[in-house]
């Protein structure tokens, strides 16, 4: 949540919690200067996904939500990756 510094235990739960959510990892950013949500999703690699947050530069004021999948029913791929898009305004990166 805003206000969290960002620290090696963000990658480390990202690692631990990947060994049984294995189906897919989803990320989102909101910057505290921007209504605009930065999303990306379908890293099935814990360091793939790490390696996009710390390139992000996130800063203690912004917010940031990681998703990582342990599918129960469906394909998986990047389609079924949280996040989901919810709006009319979406910008692929």
């Keep these: 949540k805003a206000g969290t510094p960002m620290h090696n235990d963000l990658y480390e739960s990202i690692i631990h919690s990947s060994k049984s959510n294995s189906d897919g990892i989803g990320i989102g950013v909101k910057r505290a200067d921007s209504d ?17 947050i710390y390139d992000l530069n996130i800063q203690t004021d912004d917010e940031i939500t990681v998703h990582l999948r342990m599918s129960t029913s469906g394909l998986v791929n990047v389609n079924n990756c ?5 709006s009319d305004e979406y910008y692929r990166i």
């Design 36 to 52: 605009t949500i930065i999303m990306k999703k379908g890293f099935f690699r814990a360091v793939d996904a790490i390696f996009f």
């Design 82 to 86: 949280h996040p989901f898009v919810c």
